[in-house]
C-alpha cells in the first residue's frame, strides 16, 4: 500500500469537557482527492485545523509523507507541504490579486514596486485558469473569483497537500462546477486534495475517497466512492435516515424522488401580504440595484427566487427590510403601506428575516446565546430593562430546546456553537405566533441534510400556519422541492415565474437573461 501523503494516528481533541475528536485514525492516498463529510459539529473542521497545525490535539501524532510534524505548528506543517483553505476568506480585501499573492508567498509585505508584483504573479494565475486583473481589489471580485485566488495563494509555496474547508458553501453551481474542475487540473499536477463537504451530490461528483465523522468519531474511513451509494452515505452521516421525509431525503441525498414534493395549494385570491409594485432602489454601492421590480406573496405559500447572484436579491432583501432607499414604487405587508416606514416598524407588522450571512448578519458571535435570543424583542421594540436576565434566560432556554438547538448553557457565545445549530438559534427568534412574512436567505448554505432538512420542515411549518415565505437560494433542486412558485430574478428584475412541476430548462434560460423583459414586466 502506498505511503499515505497524510495521515493522522488516535488524534483527539478536548475543549474543556467536549471532545471534538475522539481518537482518529485517517490516512490519504498521494495525488488523490479525498472529502470529509459529517454533520454540523462532527468535529470536519477541527480535522481539518489539526491537520494544518493551527489546532494542537490533546493525544495522536500527525504525519506527514511518512515523517512526524510538530502538533500544533502552522510553520511545520506548512513547511511539509500542507496548505489550508479556510470557509471564511482570509485575504485582506483592500489588498490588490497580486499584493495578496506576494503577502501568501512572503508571510508578510514585502517591498516591490505595484508592475514588479503584477508581472511575478500573472504566469502563475494564468498557470492556474484563474482569469483575474492583478490590479484588482480583493473586495471587488466575484466571490468564485475570490476563492480562485484564496486557492491559488495557497499554492504559491509549492503545497502538496491542498484542504479546503466547505470551499462550494458559497459557489452557485456553476461556480462549483468550476472550481471542480481547477481541482481536477490540480490532482493532475500531483497535488492532495482533501475536501470538508456537506452537500452528498458534490461528494460523488468530485471525490475519489469519502471519509464520514459523526460526533467526533470516524465512522468511514477512506470508502471508494464507486463502493458506497447516497444512501448509505446519508445513513453514515447522520446514523439513521428515518427522521427525513422520503421526498426531501430523495433531494438531499441526489436521488431521484419516487414520488414528486409535496407543494401547497395556490392560495385564495385573498389581499397578499406582501405586495411590492414597481420598486426601483437608489445605488448604494452594496449590490446591483432593483429595477420596477414587482412581487406578490399571498398567505400558505412558499415563493422562490431563483438567480445567478448579484442579480439583485440581496438589494431585494434589504428594500423589504427598509434598510435601502427607494426611487420609486410601494410596499405593502399585510395591507399596510410600510413603504417609507422604519425597521422597526415592518418588525411589528410581522416582517422576520433569515439573513445571508448568520455569522455577520444573524448573530452577535461574541455574545450569549440568550442575548441573541432577547435581541428579538429589541428589535419589536419591546422594553426590556424591567425583566430580569434570569428570566429571559429561562424562556431562551425553553425557546431552544423547542427548537433542537445544541447548547451546553444559554451563557455561551453565539460563535461557539456549529452552523446548523447557529441557524436554528436564528429561527428560534425570527419565527414566532405574530410572524406574517418570513423572508430565507440561503438559509440552508453550508448546512448538513439533517440540518437542511431541519429548516425546511420550519419553513414549511410557516407556509401552513398561513405565513407567506419568500426563500432564496442558489440551490436549484432546493427551490424545486420546496417552493409553490418560483420568480426569477435577472438584472435587478423579477424576469419570469414558474409553478410547479418547474421546467428546469426554462428556469435556467430566464436566469441568464434569455427572456422577453418586455413579456415578462
Do not use: Y
Not at 492583478?134 to 495557497?154: G, N, S, Y
Not at 395556490?266 to 409594485?277: E, G, Q, R, T, V
Request: aromatic residues 4%.
Amino acid at each position: 500500500m502506498p505511503q499515505p501523503a497524510l495521515a493522522c494516528g488516535d488524534v483527539s481533541v478536548l475543549f474543556g469537557e467536549v471532545a471534538a475528536l475522539r481518537q482518529v485514525s485517517l490516512g490519504f492516498e498521494a495525488g488523490r482527492i479525498h472529502a470529509v463529510v459529517g454533520q454540523n459539529g462532527a468535529g470536519k473542521t477541527t480535522f481539518a485545523r489539526v491537520c494544518a497545525g493551527i489546532v494542537r490535539p490533546s493525544s495522536g501524532q500527525l504525519l506527514i509523507g511518512g515523517h512526524p510534524v510538530p502538533l500544533g505548528k502552522v510553520n511545520a506543517a506548512r513547511a511539509a507541504g500542507v496548505e489550508l483553505v479556510h470557509q471564511s476568506f482570509a485575504l485582506p480585501p483592500s489588498f490588490t490579486v497580486a499584493e495578496a499573492m506576494e503577502f501568501g508567498a512572503q508571510g508578510r509585505g514585502a517591498l516591490f514596486s505595484a508592475k514588479t508584483l503584477r508581472a511575478r504573479w500573472a504566469t502563475h494565475l494564468e498557470g492556474l485558469g484563474v482569469k483575474v486583473d492583478p490590479r484588482a481589489r480583493i473586495r471587488d471580485l466575484p466571490v468564485e473569483t475570490r476563492q480562485a485566488v484564496e486557492i491559488a495563494r495557497a499554492l504559491v509555496t509549492d503545497a502538496r497537500i491542498l484542504i479546503l474547508d466547505e470551499p462550494t458553501a458559497v459557489l452557485s453551481p456553476s461556480g462549483i462546477e468550476t472550481l471542480f474542475e481547477r481541482l481536477r487540473g490540480l490532482r493532475e499536477r500531483g497535488v492532495t486534495i482533501i475536501l470538508i463537504l456537506h452537500k452528498i451530490r458534490e461528494v460523488l461528483g468530485i471525490a475519489e475517497t469519502v471519509s464520514v465523522l459523526r460526533g467526533g468519531r470516524l465512522i468511514e474511513a477512506c470508502v471508494p466512492v464507486g463502493t458506497i451509494d447516497a444512501t448509505r452515505l446519508a445513513n453514515a452521516i447522520i446514523g439513521t435516515a428515518a427522521g427525513l421525509d422520503k421526498a426531501d431525503k430523495a433531494a438531499l441525498v441526489g436521488e431521484g424522488a419516487s414520488a414528486p414534493p409535496t407543494h401547497a395549494a395556490m392560495p385564495s385570491a385573498a389581499a397578499p401580504i406582501l405586495d411590492m409594485k414597481a420598486v426601483t432602489t437608489r445605488p448604494d454601492g452594496e449590490g446591483r440595484p432593483l429595477d420596477r421590480a414587482d412581487l406578490a406573496i399571498r398567505g400558505g405559500e412558499i415563493v422562490g427566487i431563483a438567480g445567478v447572484e448579484g442579480n439583485g436579491q440581496q438589494t431585494l432583501v434589504r428594500a423589504l427590510a427598509g434598510l435601502v432607499g427607494l426611487e420609486r414604487g410601494t410596499i405593502a405587508l399585510d395591507g399596510l403601506d410600510v413603504t417609507r416606514r422604519p425597521v422597526l416598524e415592518r418588525r411589528a407588522a410581522g416582517l422576520r428575516i433569515i439573513p445571508f450571512d448568520r455569522n455577520s448578519e444573524g448573530l452577535s458571535l461574541t455574545s450569549s446565546l440568550w442575548e441573541n435570543w432577547a435581541a428579538r424583542n429589541l428589535l419589536l421594540g419591546r422594553i426590556l430593562s424591567f425583566v430580569a436576565p434570569s428570566r429571559l434566560r429561562k424562556a431562551c432556554q425553553a425557546s431552544l430546546h423547542g427548537w433542537d438547538v445544541r447548547f451546553a448553557t444559554t451563557t455561551q457565545p453565539a460563535g461557539s456553537l456549529s452552523g446548523g445549530n447557529a441557524q436554528k438559534v436564528i429561527l428560534a427568534r425570527e419565527i414566532d405566533e405574530t410572524a406574517r412574512l418570513v423572508i430565507a436567505a440561503q438559509p440552508t448554505r453550508g448546512l448538513d441534510i439533517g440540518a437542511t432538512a431541519f429548516v425546511w420542515r420550519a419553513l414549511r411549518a410557516c407556509r401552513d400556519q398561513g405565513c407567506g415565505v419568500l426563500l432564496i437560494s442558489s440551490d436549484l433542486d432546493e427551490l424545486f422541492d420546496i417552493a409553490d412558485r418560483v420568480v426569477v430574478m435577472f438584472s435587478g428584475r423579477i424576469v419570469a415565474e414558474f409553478t410547479a412541476p418547474f421546467d428546469i430548462a426554462a428556469v435556467g434560460q430566464a436566469m441568464v437573461g434569455d427572456v422577453g423583459l418586455e413579456e415578462a414586466a
